[in-house]
């Protein structure tokens, strides 16, 4: 075996370190082009970047010369010296909390090698090789001798389960402010609507800038009341754009509590589900399924009005509007409390009619099972020609799943309401679809066909016996 000479192995951190300050450069510049936004310490630190780059590949500077020694205290290099080249995160220069191994056969931080492809890189950062795939496997060795590292030198790592948060750079944190700034403070109507704008781009794209709000939690609430003002809250492309930025917050799992305890957020998106442009009706509806994840949240909003919007624009929405809606008002109604107002909105004789339309088959079926296990939506559901919809859906639909959701609707409408078990077995003596789902449905398909089948056996015994 080749035994590697000193200079060989003194070149290879160098290479490394060279690497790593190319792929920081490259992302400090992308922070500054992507919005305009960071002020001079962003431009400060890429030039600091840029200085330590020249150092590492070219030798450093002579020590007489004017700024040296600063722009080296600006890199903030010397610190991360002490640390092994190979703890590293080529991307973020930081110790990594969960080493991966890409394709290429580098390790990086899962976190940022993770937001390097799901921005749609294909390539290795390090090498610029292509990928065979996407994989990433967990580095178990260098896991392990980075928690050794850290023990003996008494440094304290935050936990996986926040590191989300460690993506967020003081740039980053600087340009946010600096964002809000603008939107609450400037008295110039073309630069709110610009920062509006760029905020709800960088939210969209920089998962940093949504994790960045964890740490403002009253930013929500000066944002709305900034678009409040008279000259912004006519804008139809303001509202969208805020709409927008509140929907992108949401996606973070840490924001859904913050914005569902700010009263001011709910009432704004359904403010805009009421009176916005068809896109920011749709965005504020996917806001609100994005934040009722979370079930103090679907109180707060059904309790808050929205279920009438929802279901109007589920009615006369787009096709892309009325799908968000749908969904909104699925999550929303797993909250029992939602599934009387839903039904009390009018949201029956909606869904009953895109079926008969067979223009949301899949969504209307989906909220009627949810809704059929509430009395009070059963009975509408049969009172409003849910019975003869259901049964031909469960003879003509070649989706088994509409089948399964038809055939449980069915089943609770008869075993709340016995008037319709004639309709049922008229229906099942000419054309036998229940008998045929027993015994072709899925397994809930199955059980629930079974027990129909099992309530007309009894019924029809008892009026022969009683006859």
Known sequence: MAKSTPAAAAAAPEEATAAALRLRLRRLV??????????????????????????????PPPKDRPGAGAERRRSGHAEAAAVPEQFLCPISSEIMRDPVVLASGQTYDRRFIQEWLSAGNRT?????????????????????????????????????????????TNNERKSFS????????????????????????????????????????????????????????????????????????????????????????????INALQSGTMEARSNAAAAIFSLSA???????????????????????GSMTAKKDAASAIFSLCKLHENKSRATKSGVIDVVLKAI??????????????????DHETVEEIGETGGVPCMLHIIKDDQCKRNKENAVAVLFSICMYDRTKLREVVEDENLN???????????????????????KLKRTIHKTHYSC
């Open 30 to 59: 992308a922070a500054v082009t992507a919005g305009g936004v960071g002020g001079e310490e962003a431009f400060d630190e890429a030039a600091s970047a840029l200085a330590a780059l020249r150092d590492a590949e070219l030798g």
């Open 124 to 168: 290795c950062p390090q090498t610029q090789q292509v990928l065979s795939n996407t994989i990433l496997i967990p580095n178990h060795l260098v896991r392990s001798m980075i928690a050794q590292w850290c023990t003996e030198n008494g440094i304290a790592l935050s936990p996986l389960e926040n590191q989300e948060e460690d993506l967020v």
């Open 178 to 269: 600096e964002l809000f700034d603008r939107i609450s403070s400037s008295s110039n109507i073309s630069e709110k609507r610009q920062a509006i704008k760029d905020l709800r781009l960088l939210t969209k794209r920089n998962s940093s800038f949504r994790a960045v709000i964890g740490e403002n939690p009253d930013s929500i609430s000066q944002m709305i009341s900034a678009v409040s003002n008279p000259e912004l809250e006519s804008n139809s492309e303001v509202l969208e754009d805020t709409v927008t930025t509140i929907l992108n917050l949401s996606i973070h799992e840490s924001n859904k509590k913050i914005i569902g305890d700010d009263t001011k957020a709910i009432t704004f998106l």
């Open 294 to 316: 979370l079930d103090s949240n679907k109180a707060k909003i059904g309790e808050s009005g929205a279920m009438r919007p929802l279901v109007d624009l589920l009615e006369h």
């Open 356 to 373: 008969s339309d067979e223009s949301l088959t899949d969504e209307s079926l989906t909220i009627l099972a949810l809704l059929s296990s």
């Open 432 to 454: 036998g679809s229940l008998a045929w789902l027993a015994q072709n449905g899925t397994s809930r398909a199955r059980r629930k066909a079974a027990g129909i089948l099992d």
